[in-house]
């Protein structure tokens, strides 16, 4: 019997291969990169929205109480000293919620950074589903769409905690002139880069490689891709894995070059089907392609409440129900 059709067994194995990659928090990894960012950089400040706790920045009130600021909650207030901050000539790191930095404050992410061409940073945590317990409210699944469709924005969504530090070092050294939002989780994820691998905002990375389909992800998604890949080789599926960390702007030689030589193409994303990195990539692909492409996210519907792990798999976003759908695909 096949791996993905008998249930006990699949389960170990993904339990095995999930053990082999230890989880880290987020929002403690986030917290020791920004800190790490104004001990190298002089110029730069922590912005927060009263969330130096829930975003890990509670150390930074010891270290460099004159380089965090609260604004309190009001997050287009936030952006907009942000946006003062940087045409000053600081470096200011955003640190708010997703949901309320690309929906409560997207005027002055458009108008006061994008539209002035400031360079601000604006980190966006408990993005997708990795606040599910918060419902609705906290759960993000239209910032991407939001945030790409800003002239001169960049939009990036490191796969893990490593890149995460990865993704905030390369906003920092990214030339004047352009925002950059960073679409980051919550709790903990699993880890699978390595410190100091190569990271360039707009370049992808090639994570396994494959001829019969393509999966390309990014955020948590690219470790349930991982999974995917892995179940699929059981099946004689050789899966090829892109890290899309940056969806603006993306990396359209990497899917052309993929399209080359796959059979088939699925885009995996904790963000709505409409408008997020599915619709980017057949965007590339819109002059044409001889093979089938799979779009899997969250549908045009609200998410129930839940824990995190529990809503990816009833979601269908979790790596055997990807191998699954690529295998029926294929």
Known sequence: ????????????????????????DVRARFGESVTALLARRPDAVAVTADLMHATGLAGLKERHPDRLINVGIAEQNLTGVSAGLAACGK??????????????????????CAYN???????????????????????????????????NMIVVAP?????????????????????????????????????????????????????DVCLVAHGAM???CLIAADLLRAEGIAAEVLNMHTVKPIDREAILAAAGHVRAMVVVEEHSVIGGLGAAVLEVLERGHAFPVLRIGIEDAYPPIGPTPELREALGLSGPRIAERARGLL
């Open 222 to 224: 690219v470790m349930e």
């Open 159 to 211: 796969s893990d905690p490593v890149e995460l530090d990865h993704a905030l070092q390369a906003a920092a050294e990214h030339p004047a002139g352009t925002p950059v939002y960073l679409r980051l989780g919550r709790g903990p994820e699993h880890v699978f880069n390595r410190p100091g691998a190569p990271f360039a905002i707009g370049r992808a990375a090639r994570l396994t490689e494959g001829r």
């Open 91 to 112: 470096l200011p790191v955003v640190c708010g919620y997703a949901a309320f930095l690309t929906l409560r404050a997207v005027e002055q992410a458009k108008v006061d």
């Open 117 to 151: 061409a400031l360079k601000v940073i604006l980190a966006g945590l408990a993005s997708g589903l990795s606040y599910g317990v918060g419902g609705p409210t906290h759960q993000t699944y239209e910032d991407v769409a939001i945030m790409r469709a800003i002239p």
């Open 1 to 24: 019997m096949s791996l993905l059709d008998h249930p006990a067994r699949l389960r170990d194995h993904v339990a095995a291969f999930r053990a082999a990659h230890p989880r880290a």
